[in-house]
């Protein structure tokens, strides 16, 4: 009778062994957090040593190894990095392949999605966690600002990180003086807005005059071109000094994502002022 006992006593810890949740099962939303960063991170940062990498380990309560090999399976199941002949770690990519089916297409609704996951593991309002001031506004105009506010933020650690915070044109490597400009505008057209091949790393300077369309850049050599109107308008020296130094000099082109040809002809025919 003991052993019967016994018996049935090991067979009631197994079963409740196998309906605990395990710790190693990444849930949903913890997939959605680490695919918005592995969509912000160049391939070659994709480890441990990256801070963000760091943080989001750390934020999930799982480490920055536990972070990082789920950051290289989502690589295993990328048309872009396979296609270029680099691997991700494939064991393990079948639990991330459904949430980058789901999403690779809505990259809109990832970042909002993964914006508020982060908010309730910061235990935190949406806009406390994106440091948005206490401003009179609900409704839609408070859906319109957080989720302009979250794919900004989004598109500009995409592109800094892709120009490893270096602006394109000069060389200069502050965060702080830096913009992440968009080849085609932000309001012409929904669908670029986040595509990482719409995006430049430049200075306050070499932003402005490329959003005014005084500057472009060759879309088959990647070399800028300066408006002759800015020419006209600037003494000698002054644009000697900003802008003849730099016409037909050859970008510093990101890790990944160069800009697109096709973007950058269109800012060329429709916004370079001849």
Not at 67 to 72: D, S
Not at 197 to 209: P, Q, V
Request: charged share 25%.
């Amino acid at each position: 009778m003991l052993a019967y006992y016994n018996l049935f006593i090991y067979i009631c810890n197994v079963n409740q062994l196998f309906s605990m949740p395990q710790r190693n099962q990444w849930t949903h939303d913890e997939l959605v957090l680490t695919l918005a960063l592995y969509f912000q991170l160049p391939f070659g940062r994709l480890n441990r040593s990256t801070p963000e990498v760091y943080e989001l380990g750390q934020l999930l309560g799982r480490g920055e190894n536990s972070a990082a090999l789920r950051l290289v399976n989502f690589a295993a199941c990328d048309p872009y990095i396979i296609n270029s002949g680099r691997h991700g770690m494939a064991s393990g990519s079948k639990v991330c392949q459904p949430v980058w089916d789901e999403y690779v297409n809505d990259k809109e609704r990832l970042y909002l999605e993964a914006a508020q996951i982060r908010a309730r593991l910061e235990r935190k309002t949406i806009e406390e966690s994106l440091n948005i001031s206490n401003a009179d506004f609900n409704g839609h105009e408070r859906e319109t600002v957080i989720k302009q506010r979250v794919d900004q933020s989004a598109f500009r650690n995409m592109i800094l990180n892709n120009y490893n915070s270096t602006c394109a044109i000069t060389g200069i490597n502050e965060p702080k003086l830096l913009i992440t400009s968009h080849i085609i505008p932000w309001s012409e057209r929904t669908d670029t807005r986040l595509n990482p091949e719409n995006g430049i790393c430049l200075s306050a300077l070499y932003d402005k005059a490329f959003d005014q369309g005084l500057i472009t850049i060759r879309p088959d050599d990647f070399t800028i071109m300066i408006s002759d109107s800015l020419k006209d308008r600037l003494s000698h020296d002054v644009y000697r000094e900003h802008f003849g130094k730099v016409e037909n000099k050859k970008i510093i082109l990101p890790e990944e994502h160069i800009p697109n040809p096709d973007f950058l002809l269109y800012h060329v025919e429709n916004l370079f002022v001849r």
